[in-house]
């Protein structure tokens, strides 16, 4: 059983040799970085460099499907703020009754450019790191480790309930109950699935509480950790030049 | 060593106590089953050994109950829990579920206890050449079979080297041989000087394993001796436990005077019985 | 008829390439069949099968005239019923009662008569008394019984078990056993996936033992266990008192105390009056 997580093992500099904080700072600085940029060159620019190290990492594809996930989302932000933003006078495009002006459209492709370097920042932190990898690497700096198990456990717990589901729906389907056919009935097959699934979920969470609590987790002191944390030195000149062309843009953005 | 005096604890709001006035001594290294009707304490005494009952489950207690010296009602679970470790049924409720590989879900105890890396290697090694798991510590816990988990179970709770591990009916959700599996596994905590503390249904295999057996029924201890004696008294049936099928043919058979003991497992029973024979032809 | 299911040359894979069941045909005819093999030989899969909740990649199961590739499970349920292993899987009522009428609702029968039926089933599994008490309230093993219960008041013309010894004490295994001896010689056709090689012994007349999606053994208890062959390449082991017999060296095949009793002292102690 696989845990749920879109982390995939890759032979690549990204994966093997960035550590989880530096991606995780180059997550949180893009970010602010596509917010505060100035000018839609820079936020362009700033994609297009992403995009590259995207291809590098080889998940470029992956990305890629991500980002697709919003495009709805910014289809029809476009469409919106193009025919219907206050600001709108320079008529730009016009298709039958629907006309799309400058100023919306300018606002749309700001908002989008935002949303993309956002999404391929998370896209390179989330699909080249392990949770536990990363969960581990804010817990040697100070993340309470139960929040940090709670997070992990996440991904081992939800294909996990998704099996139980499955014998659950079976589980009543033999005894006559109908799962398939109009909606209201499906509503109704909702109940038998649920209740089941939420006392079983319940139960063996209290079981593995008690199974914790024997393993220590409880216990008063610092937590030690199997795995040696080793942070190739130019990790540090990379995070360095990360924060430094943040603090590049947010000047540049205090000063126009 | 375990050494419980007059042990009674009740559950929040019930009036009945769930153990009455347990009273008795586990020496270290000794491998004690505990059998009788479900309901009759026996996971609770389980809790008790482990200090669940009552710092996790609440309740009243009165009574002592010493581990190795550690007044366990009194201590916090976090200390206890560095002196004795518990097993239970359900292999899957006992994987910490925030670990991708067997190795590292053994480490898990030993990070908490804030173990310092060359140790918890060693110790890692030991457990898993003890437990025969060397070959799964890069698989996902989560894959292994019911048996295979359990072992990782047993393993990572042996890892803390508690000097006490108590067994809540370790097989009853595994298939024979899972279950053989389980059992070879309390061999290799005998051998290592381990208590052991197990509670099944599956009486011919603790009959097999077991220094002693203890039979519990309404929350009373009932008796508590070698299995040969334990599984000759005649009161057995009240206390709606049965000695294991071998011992029932043979005392049907040879029905003689079996104060001195009756044979429990299949080898003493063959041997026996021939035994038996040679005395009745001869 | 509907008391028949025949699976004909039945072969299933969850993902392609790995066939789980490989070729088996069986005809379950009314009696008590148990299925043995080690896990991951098929045995549950063969049960889903049963009821339609899986249907075969190739070769058909027939429940009485009824194809499974034809019929929703919940129509199957009608005929054929399954108990799960975990009770929690299923238990979603808040009153005991609720829960054990929920099946003989589902199939069609009327309040009245599910009503009766479900005190019935109740009192055939020692549990009367706690109709209105909420399931979770109570402990996992009468939790079990009550989706026992919830399965036999279904009055199915099948009903099939999956492992339902596991966690009982001597007195539910030996209820299990009057239950399932019962349903027997009601005419029913009872099959129970079985780890207990004791329990299988004791209660069942027809042993199918399963190893790597086929069926290996299929025949009395006598002979299933006896075939030392077979045994191992189901990788199970014969019931304690085969064991014995086989130790002793006895010609015939003991499975029950008195069965014993009587063969060894037959084969051992003929002098003696018994």
């Not at chain 1, 080889?58 to 996930?69: C, D, I, S, T, V």
Request: include cysteine; charged fraction near 20%.
């Amino acid at each position: 059983m696989q845990q749920l997580s879109l982390y995939i093992e890759k032979e690549t500099f990204i994966h093997q040799k960035v550590d989880p904080i530096t991606k995780l700072t180059y997550f949180i600085a893009v970010t602010i970085m596509a917010f505060l940029m100035p000018v839609l060159a820079g936020a362009i620019i700033l994609f297009l460099l992403q995009l590259l190290l995207l291809l590098w990492a080889r998940e470029l594809r992956r990305a890629g499907k991500l980002m697709l996930g919003i495009l709805i989302v910014l289809i029809s932000l476009f469409i919106i703020q193009g025919m219907f933003h206050p600001d709108n006078q320079v008529l730009l495009w016009q298709l039958g009754p629907l006309r799309f002006y400058q100023e919306g459209l300018m606002v749309a492709t700001t908002i989008t450019l935002r949303m993309l370097n956002m999404i391929s920042a998370g896209a390179l932190l989330i699909l080249t790191t392990s949770p536990n990898h990363l969960m581990e690497a804010c817990e040697r700096r100070g993340m309470s480790p139960k929040l940090g198990y709670i997070i992990t456990s996440i991904f081992q717990m939800i294909p996990i309930m998704l099996r139980n589901a499955a014998v659950i729906q079976q589980a009543q389907e033999s005894r006559g109950m109908n799962v398939k056919g109009n909606l209201w009935r499906r509503f109704q097959a909702l109940i038998p699935l649920i209740v089941p699934l939420i006392l079983s979920s319940l139960y063996s969470i209290r079981e593995r509480a008690i199974a914790l609590e024997v393993r220590a987790f409880s216990a008063k002191g610092k937590k030690s950790f199997l795995h040696e944390e080793k942070i190739l030195p130019a990790m540090y000149l990379i995070r360095l030049f990360i924060i430094c062309s943040l603090a590049g843009v947010t000047i540049w953005r205090v000063c126009t | 060593m375990i050494q419980i005096e007059r042990l009674t604890y009740y559950y929040p709001h019930q009036e009945e106590p769930a153990l009455k006035e347990l009273t008795f001594t586990v020496q270290q290294g000794e491998s004690v089953g505990i059998i009788g009707l479900n309901g009759a304490g026996k996971s609770t005494l389980c809790y008790a050994i482990m200090g669940l009952v009552p710092h996790f489950y609440h309740g009243t207690i009165s009574g002592d109950l010493w581990v190795n010296g550690i007044n366990v009602p009194d201590a916090s679970l976090g200390e206890v829990s560095q002196h004795v470790g518990l097993v239970f049924q359900n292999p899957l409720h006992q994987l910490s579920g925030s670990k991708a590989t067997v190795k590292d879900e053994i480490a898990f105890g030993l990070e908490n206890l804030g173990m310092p890396r060359e140790k918890m290697l060693e110790r890692i090694e030991w457990v898993s050449e003890l437990l025969g798991i060397a070959s799964l510590l890069h698989r996902n816990p989560f894959s292994l079979s019911g048996g295979q988990m359990q072992r990782v179970a047993i393993a990572s709770v042996l890892a803390m080297k508690p000097q006490v591990i108590v067994m809540d009916e370790p097989t009853s959700q595994l298939d024979p041989a899972g279950t053989a599996e389980v059992f070879a596994a309390i061999e290799a905590l005998r051998k290592e000087g381990i208590t052991t503390v197990i509670v099944e249904h599956k009486i011919e295999w603790l009959a097999e394993h077991c220094n002693r057996i203890a039979i519990l029924a309404d929350g009373e201890l009932k008796a508590i001796d070698l299995p040969g004696k334990v599984f000759a008294q005649p009161d057995l049936h009240e206390w709606g436990v049965e000695p294991p099928v071998y011992t029932r043919v043979y005392q049907k058979i040879a029905a003689e005077n079996h104060s001195s003991g009756v044979p429990t497992t299949l080898k003493d029973t063959v041997e026996r019985l021939k035994a038996y024979e040679q005395n009745n032809q001869g | 008829m509907s008391k028949t299911i025949k699976v004909d040359e039945v072969w299933f894979s969850y993902s392609p390439g790995q066939p789980v069941l490989r070729g088996v045909t069986i005809t379950f005819t009314p009696g008590v069949t148990a299925i043995i093999g080690e896990n991951g030989a098929g045995k549950t899969t063969l049960m889903k099968l049963l009821n339609g909740l899986l249907t075969p990649s190739k070769g058909s199961v027939l429940v009485g005239e009824l194809d499974t590739r034809e019929h929703l499970t919940s129509q199957l349920a009608k005929y054929v019923g399954i108990v799960f292993q975990n009770p929690d899987d299923q238990i979603f009522k808040s009153k005991v009662i609720d829960e054990v009428m929920f099946g003989p609702l589902n199939i069609g029968m009327s309040l009245e008569e599910a009503h009766r039926r479900a005190k019935a089933a109740m009192a055939e599994l020692q549990i009367t008394g706690i109709e209105e008490e909420n399931p979770y309230d109570l402990s996992y093993p009468v939790r079990k019984r009550i989706a026992i219960a919830s399965i036999l008041a279904m009055n199915t013309e099948v009903v099939i078990f999956d492992e339902p010894t596991i966690g009982q004490d001597i007195a539910g295994v030996r209820l299990l056993g009057k239950i399932v001896t019962k349903l027997g010689a009601e005419g029913k056709t009872v099959i129970s996936i079985v780890h207990d090689m004791n329990f299988a012994g004791q209660f069942f007349q027809r042993i199918i033992s399963m190893a790597e999606g086929q069926v290996v053994a299929d025949g009395k208890p006598e002979e299933v266990f006896r075939d030392w062959g077979g045994l191992k390449r189901a990788h199970v082991s014969p019931p304690s008192l085969v064991q014995l017999a086989d130790a002793l060296e006895l010609k015939q095949t003991p499975l029950t105390e008195e069965q014993f009793i009587k063969y060894y002292c037959q084969e051992r102690l003929p002098k003696r009056n018994r």
